[in-house]
C-alpha cells in the first residue's frame, strides 16, 4: 500500500496513456491529481478518465465532488492518507495540480487560521490600493516568498499578506514547519517542445467541441447554480457566454485555446522551480519509455 510514482506535466501534454501502461505494468491504481477533475458531471471540459479508461485501470479522486463544493490540498491530503489506509493496492499520481503533489510530499504548513477582521483589511487594501501596492508590501513583509510568486498572482500574493498580518510572521517560515506529508515520492515531468504543445492544446479544444462539450454545458446548466465553483473550470464560463449570444463559437473557442495555453505556461513554471523530478521530453522518448521510467522508481 503505497505510491509508486507520480506522474505530472501539463494539460494536454500527453500523460494518460503512458499513466495507464505504467498502472498496469506495477498493478496499480491512479490518483488523480487534478484540482478540476474533481467535479461531478464536468466530464470533457477538464478532460477526466473516460469510462474505458477507469475499466482499463480504477481511478480515485475525479468527477466525485459536487459542483458547489470546495476542496483544497489540505482535503486532497487526507484523501490520500485514507485511501492509503483503506486500500490493499498500489498507486501512481498522476495529473497537473502541482500544489497537491507539493502537500503530498510535504505536509501542510502549520498555519493557524486567519481572521475574518485580516481577510477583510487585505481585501480592502487590494480594492483600495491595488495589485502593484499589495505584491510590494508583501515584499517588504515577505521578501523570500515573493521570489517564487509572479506580480500577478492575485492569490498567493493576498495569502502572504494574511499571513504575515495575522501571525506576525513570514508565510515562508511557516512553510518550513509542516506535518502529515509521505516524503519522497519518484516524479516525472512530463513536457514537449512549446510550439508542439500548444498546437496539441489547440486541437485537443477543438476535439471537445466536437465530442458534445456544449452539449455537457447544456445539461449541467440545468441543475448546476451558475456561482458554482465548479464553472471556474477553463472554458465552462466561456460556453455559456456562448450560448447566450455575447460570443461568437469562433471566439469562444479561440479564447478557451488562449486560456488553456496560459494556464499551462502556469503549470510548466510551476513544475519547473517548486517539484523535484526528472523531466521528460515526450518528442524525445525511446518507445521503451514505461520500462525506462519503471527502471528508476
Known amino acids: 500500500m503505497s505510491i509508486r510514482l507520480a506522474l505530472v506535466g501539463p494539460t494536454a501534454v500527453g500523460k494518460t496513456e503512458l499513466s495507464l501502461s505504467l498502472a498496469e505494468s506495477l498493478g496499480a491504481e491512479i490518483i488523480c491529481l487534478d484540482s478540476r477533475q474533481i467535479y461531478k458531471g464536468f466530464r470533457i471540459g477538464t478532460a477526466q478518465p473516460t469510462y474505458e479508461e477507469r475499466l482499463r485501470v480504477p481511478h480515485h479522486l475525479t468527477d466525485f465532488l459536487l459542483p458547489n463544493e470546495s476542496f483544497s490540498a489540505g482535503a486532497f491530503l487526507t484523501a490520500v492518507h485514507e485511501l492509503l489506509k483503506n486500500k490493499g493496492k498500489d498507486f501512481i499520481l498522476v495529473g497537473g ?41 508583501a515584499k517588504e513583509l515577505d521578501k523570500k516568498a515573493l521570489e517564487k510568486i509572479s506580480p500577478e498572482d492575485k492569490q498567493r500574493i493576498l495569502r502572504v499578506l494574511e499571513v504575515a498580518l495575522e501571525t506576525s510572521r513570514p508565510l515562508s517560515e511557516w512553510q518550513q514547519e509542516r506535518e502529515g506529508g509521505l516524503g519522497f515520492i519518484p516524479t516525472f515531468f512530463l513536457n514537449r517542445p512549446r510550439d508542439i504543445l500548444y498546437e496539441r492544446i489547440n486541437n485537443r479544444a477543438k476535439a471537445m467541441f466536437e465530442n458534445g462539450w456544449v452539449e455537457e454545458v447544456v445539461e449541467l446548466e440545468k441543475n448546476v447554480p451558475q456561482d458554482a465553483l465548479a464553472w471556474k473550470s477553463i472554458g465552462y464560463r466561456e460556453i455559456l457566454q456562448m450560448k447566450k449570444g455575447l460570443i461568437s463559437k469562433e471566439s469562444c473557442l479561440f479564447g478557451i485555446k488562449q486560456e488553456t495555453r496560459r494556464f499551462a505556461k502556469r503549470q510548466l513554471t510551476w513544475f519547473r522551480h517548486q517539484i523535484s523530478g526528472k523531466e521528460i521530453n515526450l518528442e524525445e522518448a525511446s518507445q521503451a519509455l514505461v520500462q525506462e521510467i519503471l527502471s528508476q522508481i
Open 97 to 137: 495540480t502541482g500544489l497537491y503533489l507539493q502537500v503530498l510530499v510535504e505536509g501542510l504548513p502549520k498555519i493557524p487560521e486567519i481572521s475574518e477582521n485580516v481577510r477583510v483589511q487585505v481585501t480592502e487594501m487590494y480594492l483600495n490600493k491595488g495589485l502593484y501596492y499589495c505584491y510590494e508590501k
